[in-house]
């Protein structure tokens, strides 16, 4: 209503001016009768013009219409790197509709937290470049998630990670920490977002010493003026690149999935652990898209001790919250009696029935680890086959354990190993093996753990590949991260070939000896 009135008075003030205009003296050069229609034609434009600014806009027709109102930064498609990347995405049609199309159980729930955060719109499309939307990826560099969090920044943003779920993999808890990363780094670098993009992949410190390098130097302390890490360089253009084609598709003949903007999912609070078959059933949904929606959960059943919230498809959560309140709380999961055997362990009956000591313990009533043979303990138990939770950790395990090509080779993991080591016994990268089991060449190995590794007679740079030993000079900005990626090697490796410590600050020209893959491009 108020811009109406506001409307009416402009028009008014508008009228008023043409009658003034009109009653003034008239010159020898313009001696004709004023045009009453004209002047209301034009009074009546004015009114139009108002009202389509002051009426609210109508409501985004899809998701990809509401991200384009968001967004804030300049793409500067001058530049060579971000003109190269809209080239390569909208030649790469398949690819988009691919991701936009794994986006839509997610990005709305990310554009409606970073509308709320107060970042730009473009951020909805980072996860493309972070992880493909892909909530179960995994890097080489321990990063998990669609925001691809490595393990100490999840928990220094309160993601936990434990056996039972992993918060970097969570769709609301890492969309939730990644805003606050992203609020935090703008703090630090005055609102650039172009910064706070390359800090959020190369480190806070990362960029905050080149800028202080040009700053030395007199240069220019821009994005495009600093010198970043390669695949920075290459990440910001990828984002600013990924917004011009998502801004206008159909110029660029890009085919962006059809993706409401309405929620695809509802929260709710089951109040206790519940077998996530269990909980499919309820909710008359495969157990797939549960695993996809709760990525976070990474056994057979959310963790015991909390959180306790599922995301369930809005159209299937009325009949999912009706199911769960008629099913007593004790039997949302299975429970075998075990009896113990002489020898037997916590750990060990834990392991073999895919639970924890501390279930066992809280479920017994236990206050130690002391068991007796004889003894009689309810053990939570999946109450299907292993198969059936696909996308359980041990089965993702398992299905890229089966997806490489060649001879295949197992190896159980001794007390003392290391991946780095284990690959140079089987003869094979370092990254290679870890892609094979579904970890990153820093995972800590666990004693007993199964590893499997694939050789190719017809490889011959497997066959002929050596270890050089190197002297490696500690440059300005390395960590024992950097220097372990840089040469693809293991963090452990280098703390041991070395006797320091990895949390030991690494001084410029220190030197540090290394042994690596003579294929290694360091």
């Given at each position: 209503m108020v811009y109406k009135k506001f409307a009416v008075a402009i028009l008014a003030a508008a009228v008023g001016a043409c009658?003034?205009?009109?009653?003034?003296?008239?010159?020898?050069?313009?001696?004709?009768?004023?045009?009453?229609?004209?002047?209301?034609?034009?009074?009546?434009?004015?009114?139009?013009?108002?009202?389509?600014?002051?009426?609210?806009?109508?409501?985004?027709?899809?998701?990809?219409?509401?991200?384009?109102?968001?967004?804030?930064?300049?793409?500067?498609?001058?530049?060579?790197?971000?003109?190269?990347?809209?080239?390569?995405?909208?030649?790469?049609?398949?690819?988009?509709?691919?991701?936009?199309?794994?986006?839509?159980?997610?990005?709305?729930?990310?554009?409606?937290?970073?509308?709320?955060?107060?970042?730009?719109?473009?951020?909805?499309?980072?996860?493309?470049?972070?992880?493909?939307?892909?909530?179960?990826?995994?890097?080489?560099?321990?990063?998990?998630?669609?925001?691809?969090?490595?393990?100490?920044?999840?928990?220094?943003?309160?993601?936990?990670?434990?056996?039972?779920?992993?918060?970097?993999?969570?769709?609301?808890?890492?969309?939730?920490?990644?805003?606050?990363?992203?609020?935090?780094?703008?703090?630090?670098?005055?609102?650039?977002?172009?910064?706070?993009?390359?800090?959020?992949?190369?480190?806070?410190?990362?960029?905050?010493?080149?800028?202080?390098?040009?700053?030395?130097?007199?240069?220019?302390?821009?994005?495009?003026?600093?010198?970043?890490?390669?695949?920075?360089?290459?990440?910001?253009?990828?984002?600013?690149?990924?917004?011009?084609?998502?801004?206008?598709?159909?110029?660029?003949?890009?085919?962006?999935?059809?993706?409401?903007?309405?929620?695809?999912?509802?929260?709710?609070?089951?109040?206790?652990?519940?077998?996530?078959?269990?909980?499919?059933?309820?909710?008359?949904?495969?157990?797939?898209?549960?695993?996809?929606?709760n990525p976070g959960y990474n056994r057979w059943a959310t963790d015991p001790n909390g959180s306790h919230r599922l995301l369930i498809p809005s159209s299937k959560s009325a009949r999912f919250v009706e199911a769960l309140e008629k099913l007593p709380a004790d039997q949302r999961v299975s429970w075998q009696r075990y009896k113990v055997a002489r020898g037997d362990s916590l750990s060990v009956i834990a392991r073999r029935y895919e639970t924890t000591v501390a279930a066992i313990q809280q479920t017994n009533k236990l206050r130690g680890s002391r068991i007796r043979a004889g003894q009689t303990l309810l053990i939570p138990s999946a109450s299907g086959p292993s198969a059936q939770y696909a996308y359980s950790i041990d089965q993702r395990v398992q299905k890229r354990q089966s997806s490489g090509k060649g001879k295949k080779s197992n190896y159980t993991v001794r007390p003392g190993d290391t991946l780095w080591g284990i690959a140079r016994s089987l003869d094979v990268k370092v990254r290679e093996l870890a892609s094979w089991n579904n970890m990153a060449p820093g995972d800590t190995l666990r004693p007993g753990r199964q590893l499997v590794a694939y050789s190719s007679t017809s490889n011959s740079d497997s066959s002929n590949r050596t270890t050089r030993k190197v002297s490696y000079r500690v440059r300005n900005g390395d960590s024992l991260y950097r220097i372990a990626r840089k040469f693809r090697i293991d963090i452990g490796d280098i703390v041991r070939w070395n006797k320091i410590s990895k949390g030991s600050y690494l001084q410029p020209g220190q030197r540090l000896t290394l042994f690596v893959d003579s294929a290694s491009n360091g």
């Open positions: 009658a003034q205009i009109d009653s003034a003296p008239q010159t020898a050069d313009a001696v004709q009768t004023p045009d009453i229609d004209a002047d209301a034609s034009e009074a009546n434009a004015v009114s139009q013009n108002i009202l389509a600014v002051a009426e609210p806009a109508l409501p985004p027709k899809d998701i990809w219409q509401r991200l384009r109102r968001g967004f804030t930064l300049d793409r500067q498609l001058e530049q060579p790197k971000v003109k190269d990347y809209v080239s390569y995405f909208s030649s790469n049609q398949g690819y988009m509709a691919r991701v936009t199309e794994r986006s839509r159980r997610y990005i709305f729930h990310v554009a409606e937290q970073l509308e709320q955060a107060n970042v730009p719109m473009e951020f909805a499309l980072l996860p493309i470049v972070e992880s493909a939307y892909d909530p179960f990826a995994y890097s080489h560099a321990q990063a998990s998630g669609m925001w691809q969090f490595i393990p100490a920044t999840g928990r220094s943003f309160g993601l936990h990670q434990n056996w039972w779920y992993d918060g970097r993999r969570d769709v609301v808890e890492s969309t939730r920490a990644a805003t606050e990363y992203f609020n935090y780094l703008s703090a630090k670098f005055d609102g650039d977002w172009l910064l706070v993009l390359a800090a959020y992949n190369a480190g806070e410190g990362t960029v905050r010493r080149a800028i202080e390098r040009n700053q030395r130097a007199g240069k220019g302390t821009s994005f495009w003026d600093l010198k970043l890490p390669r695949e920075t360089r290459r990440y910001v253009p990828q984002l600013l690149a990924l917004a011009e084609v998502v801004a206008r598709p159909d110029h660029y003949r890009v085919p962006l999935h059809d993706v409401g903007n309405t929620p695809y999912y509802t929260a709710v609070n089951v109040g206790s652990q519940i077998d996530l078959a269990q909980a499919a059933e309820l909710a008359g949904v495969e157990i797939e898209e549960l695993y996809l929606l």
